[in-house]
């Protein structure tokens, strides 16, 4: 998902910790939590970009970014649909909203219905350098929150069309292991947890390395992957090569 430059940098600036209990403040909405389905809540679907959908909260009015759910139906502007899942969102702006579990269509509504929502979008919505690469997040879960977290972005190569021309760049930042500790963003996990990457552009693959702190002078070590997910550990240094169409990037982290 395109993200404006100002998103992009709360976001990196933010390790979200999304409490699931006692967090009214996060909620996408005023409607109570049903103990079987979970907090429920009504949104108009806006549309912009390349087909980038946004949600419209229609008791607040207030923004987000869904992560939508598998199964989720065709979504087009104007559309009129019932949000379930935690309740609980990122406090970037706007917010993004990781923990729906459905999205059902209540209303199909029209394109004209979201047109009062212009000047909202106008003023959230920057088209994304193509020369940028993707941005990368990764979510976890621990006993008492949903994590949500950007690792930093190191090298990377990176291939894209401006004004019909096919351009590359290619990037060369500090090697995963040369950062400082408190430099890279850090998982504070206390035990082994299953991490997924998501970039907001599709990724082919990743390979995942780690070192431990106190070794960073040593050869890495290869990690598991299944899919996006592998699994970190406490006092370990992370780096995922993300590979996509038009070039791999390299992220790192610390746990």
């Given at each position: 998902m395109t993200r404006t430059t100002a998103a992009r940098a709360t976001l990196i600036a933010l390790v979200a910790l999304l409490v699931l209990a006692g967090c009214a403040s996060g909620r996408?909405?005023?409607a109570p939590v049903d103990?079987?389905?979970?907090?429920?809540?009504?949104?108009?679907?806006?549309?912009?970009?390349?087909?980038?959908?946004l949600f419209v909260d229609q008791d607040t009015g207030t923004?987000?970014?869904?992560?939508?759910?598998?199964?989720?139906?065709?979504?087009?502007?104007?559309?009129?649909?019932?949000?379930?899942?935690?309740?609980?969102?990122?406090?970037?702006?706007?917010?993004?909203?990781?923990?729906?579990?459905d999205v059902e269509v209540i209303e199909e509504g029209t394109p004209a219905d979201a047109e009062k929502y212009d000047e909202l979008v106008a003023q959230i919505w920057q088209s994304k350098d193509p020369s940028e690469p993707?941005?990368?997040?990764?979510?976890?879960?621990?006993?008492?929150?949903?994590?949500?977290?950007?690792?930093?972005?190191?090298?990377?190569?990176?291939?894209?069309?401006?004004?019909?021309?096919?351009?590359?760049?290619?990037?060369?930042?500090?090697?995963?292991?040369?950062?400082?500790?408190?430099?890279?963003?850090?998982?504070?996990?206390?035990?082994?947890?299953?991490?997924?990457?998501?970039?907001?552009?599709?990724?082919?693959?990743?390979?995942v390395t780690r070192w431990n702190e106190g070794a960073l002078d040593v050869e890495g070590e290869k990690v598991e992957v299944a899919g996006l997910t592998f699994a970190a550990e406490p006092d370990y240094r992370y780096a995922i090569l993300a590979t996509f169409d038009a070039g791999e990037v390299t992220y790192a982290f610390t746990a």
């Open positions: 996408a909405a005023t103990e079987e389905e979970g907090f429920v809540s009504t949104a108009m679907v806006v549309t912009f970009g390349d087909g980038e959908v923004p987000y970014y869904p992560t939508l759910p598998e199964g989720t139906p065709e979504l087009a502007a104007g559309n009129i649909v019932r949000v379930t899942g935690n309740g609980i969102m990122l406090e970037s702006y706007p917010g993004q909203y990781p923990g729906i579990t993707p941005l990368a997040s990764l979510e976890y879960a621990t006993d008492l929150a949903v994590v949500t977290l950007l690792p930093t972005t190191c090298g990377y190569t990176w291939t894209y069309e401006q004004d019909g021309e096919e351009r590359t760049v290619a990037v060369d930042t500090l090697a995963p292991t040369d950062y400082a500790a408190d430099e890279l963003p850090d998982a504070a996990l206390k035990e082994p947890t299953e991490v997924t990457a998501s970039f907001d552009v599709e990724a082919t693959g990743i390979e």
